[in-house]
């Protein structure tokens, strides 16, 4: 998804994710071209960075929403460590001759 790391210099890594996006009309489909359009912005963190500088964030509530973050991201890594390990195929039988 992003260009490799010859095409662009090394100081525009934050921009590479702008370059270039283009989403294609089908039949004059435009309901599906935008929904198509939404997810990538979605995706790519846009929208929640067009809500974050509408209005001002108090200081305070800046560390707030850094640590939320923060401690999500840590659980959400963490659940997905244990989901990983118990749907895990070819385990070892833990008490054999049961």
Do not use: H
Not at 18 to 26: D, P
Not at 64 to 79: F, G, L, P, S, T
């Amino acid at each position: 998804m992003f260009l490799s790391q010859k095409l662009y210099m090394p100081y525009m890594k934050k921009q590479v994710q702008w370059i270039s996006r283009t989403v294609m009309v089908k039949n004059n489909d435009i309901d599906e071209a935008m929904q198509i359009l939404n997810g990538i912005m979605s995706r790519e963190g846009m929208l929640k960075r067009w809500r974050g500088t509408r209005c001002y964030e108090k200081p305070t509530q800046t560390r707030q929403r850094v640590n939320y973050e923060k401690c999500k991201a840590i659980y959400d890594e963490d659940m997905s460590n244990k989901v990983r390990f118990i749907m895990r195929k070819n385990r070892t039988d833990p008490y054999p001759g049961c």
